[in-house]
């Protein structure tokens, strides 16, 4: 007998997802829709393949303006009502050593990875608490927050930031039925680390993984619709660490 629980179900939530046109975001943006969400694909550019799809709306916009976000989030509105979850994806990186880091290099990434997560979510919450419905906020953290590596002084800074904004969100919002939870992943091929990647420490970091291969895409879908759907209505303030057993190896 195959039973059906609405509860771990996501089909008709309106759910935005920032730095949806590449990587992990727009992987995120095609599961959620092949789900039956309605999705807000939020970039500073638009992904080709999304255009096509009834349930996904690209929106133009920058996480690091005040008025791109609020207008992103009135568009969605417009069309598939209240976002009810959200998906602070969006990111940059650099890999540079701390000495060389400079004041514009650790400015941008903190003003896209963590104000631009932060204010994201707050304007999120806001519209959730107008309208007292309750939602999910899911933040892009890094196995990098606990165990950073040479030349990943500033992200990991920025990543260890969304850690704890993570649980201080929990904690403030969670009596508005908000939940704010973060994914920390490990060690995935994508557009911000090509550089490194592409180099020698592919195979090292392979080779050092318990699994012995590095992350997919793929295997951060079960968190996120989970977190995404009523099945973690008792879950607020956590990071789930997906990095195939990397953080075991200290």
């Not at 650099?94 to 400079?102: D, G, K, M, P, S």
Request: contains cysteine; neutral net charge; glycine residues 10%.
């Amino acid at each position: 007998m195959i039973i059906s629980d609405p509860t771990i179900s996501i089909a008709g939530k309106t759910i935005a997802v920032t730095g949806g046109s590449s990587g992990l975001g727009l992987r995120m943006v095609h599961i959620l829709a092949n789900h039956g969400a309605n999705v807000i694909s939020i970039s500073r550019t638009a992904a080709p393949d999304n255009e096509c799809r009834p349930n996904i709306m690209n929106i133009m916009a920058d996480v690091t303006v005040p008025t791109d976000i609020e207008r992103a989030f009135d568009e969605a509105e417009s069309r598939f009502g209240t976002v009810t979850v959200v998906f602070n994806n969006a990111g940059v990186a650099a890999i540079e050593r701390a000495l060389t880091t400079t004041r514009e290099q650790l400015r941008h990434i903190f003003e896209v990875n963590v104000e631009g997560a932060f204010f994201v979510a707050q304007e999120a919450a806001k519209r959730m608490m107008a309208k007292s419905v309750g939602g999910s906020i899911i933040n892009l953290s890094s196995i990098l927050a606990d165990a950073p590596v040479k030349g990943s002084t500033a992200y990991a800074m920025s990543k260890a930031a969304i850690a704890q904004m993570t649980r201080s969100l929990a904690l403030e919002w969670a009596a508005h039925g908000i939940r704010v939870n973060a994914i920390a992943p490990g060690w995935f091929p994508t557009r911000l680390n090509e550089g490194l990647m592409d180099g020698p420490a592919r195979g090292f970091l392979k080779g050092k993984n318990p699994m012995r291969r590095l992350g997919d895409p793929k295997d951060i879908d079960g968190a996120a619709l989970m977190l995404a759907s009523d099945a973690s209505s008792y879950i607020t303030g956590t990071i789930i660490t997906i990095d195939g057993g990397h953080s075991l190896q200290g």
